[in-house]
């Protein structure tokens, strides 16, 4: 059976075809368009801020993490053979210098007193009689030597005590021998530590090792106690590296000069490049320029009591920065505002006018936050900082490097 459409019927749907022909085409434009401004949303959009260069301190350094050590601890050993009469103290014990801690029999220390006194009498006697009756010269001159040995013997008997004191205050980190112990001349009785007395070894990579100096000076903050450095010096750098997956670092010794802590002015100076309220009179910012939210607001800065001192313990985490360099009252930029171009620094800088120029500089240190400036810039004059770009122009610091903060002088 055969359909008759009519030429009416056929323009209909003709007609309805290319309406849906156009809401699919019209449906795809506005589905890149839209596309389109996400992307466009997404990228980075360059915003920026105006600084006020000023003086301050600016301090680069080495950062690596390790756990604390006593480092001064001392083997307490008797100064002679016999059998040991008491150990007057147990580990933890808390001591005071000249405190006994451990004593040996004296009655075997009288006897052996009398003994040896007992072989220099026989050792002057035979010198007596071979200087009287014999004329060998080499025979005299060996019973002289026997009496000077014995002599020797018996002095450092009288000198050496059955008794171990404590050269310092300290407590007892280990006890070796128990009363009724036959012991030998030098056996160690007993381990004591100052409790005041620090170190801590980190691994410093061969990036940075030449930097370090023994007698350099650093600061230790032990994890467990926040916003809280202790002051420190390089005491010993390892002559051989320490490799680990093809890694090379050198370990490096840190010991803690002071238990009293330094504070964050002490540390880093006061802050030296901060927001100016707001732009001068007459400022033409570069293209695209955002006022940075919130500009020209301030902020009160609460810090907690710091003890006068702590009490460091034996293990515990620490985070060692080593200075490396440090720069006192200079002029300081931040890191993002400085471009460099074939081997020349530039920064924007607002002239009086109100318009901004690109001007030439020379830098010093830089910790990648700060930048010291030694050329082309004067205190209180106001730059502009890329706030929020992903990138700028031959300013990323070196990456993959091991080790802590890098610096360089350009």
Not at 257 to 274: C, D, R, Y
Request: glycine fraction near 8%; include cysteine.
């Amino acid at each position: 059976m055969k359909i008759k459409v009519s030429n009416r019927m056929k323009v209909l749907m003709k007609k309805k075809a290319s309406r849906i022909i156009l809401i699919l085409v019209l449906c795809g434009v506005a589905a890149i368009l839209v596309s389109s401004a996400l992307r466009s949303n997404s990228a980075t959009v360059p915003q920026y801020q105006v600084v006020t260069v000023q003086r301050g301190n600016l301090t680069v350094d080495i950062t690596a993490s390790g756990n604390l050590a006593l480092s001064k601890c001392e083997d307490l050993a008797f100064e002679m053979k016999g059998t040991v009469a008491e150990v007057a103290v147990a580990e933890g014990d808390s001591v005071k210098q000249g405190q006994v801690l451990a004593t040996l029999d004296t009655s075997e220390w009288d006897s052996e007193l009398i003994t040896l006194e007992s072989n220099l009498l026989q050792a002057e006697l035979a010198r007596d009689n071979a200087e009287e009756q014999t004329t060998d010269p080499k025979e005299i001159k060996l019973k002289k030597l026997q009496v000077e040995q014995a002599k020797a013997a018996l002095a450092e008997a009288r000198n050496a005590s059955p008794e171990i004191t404590a050269p310092f205050d300290g407590f007892i980190t280990k006890v070796n021998v128990l009363g009724g112990d036959e012991v030998t001349k030098g056996t160690v009785a007993v381990t004591l530590a100052d409790p005041n007395k620090f170190e801590v070894d980190i691994l410093v990579s061969e990036m940075d090792i030449y930097q370090v100096e023994v007698g350099g000076t650093a600061t230790v903050q032990a994890d467990a106690i926040s916003r809280i450095s202790l002051p420190a010096n390089v005491t010993h750098i390892a002559p051989t590296a320490t490799i680990q997956l093809g890694v090379v670092n050198y370990k490096v010794t840190v010991e803690v000069q002071s238990l009293e802590p330094i504070t964050s002015a002490q540390q880093t100076g006061q802050s030296a490049a901060s927001d100016s309220p707001s732009p001068p009179s007459g400022f033409t910012p570069p293209e695209g320029f955002t006022p940075p939210a919130g500009q020209g607001s301030t902020s009160t800065n609460r810090t907690a009591a710091i003890p006068e001192t702590i009490q460091l313990r034996e293990g515990l985490t620490v985070t060692v920065s080593i200075i490396v360099a440090q720069r006192n009252d200079v002029l300081l930029v931040p890191y993002a505002a400085i471009t460099t171009q074939g081997g020349q620094s530039y920064i924007q800088v607002i002239s009086s006018t109100g318009t901004t120029e690109k001007r030439a500089i020379k830098t010093g240190i830089t910790d990648y936050v700060k930048t010291e400036v030694t050329e082309g810039l004067s205190e209180g004059e106001q730059i502009v900082v890329p706030k929020g770009t992903t990138t700028t122009t031959s300013t990323t610091p070196q990456q993959g490097l091991p080790g802590g903060t890098f610096f360089f002088e350009r």
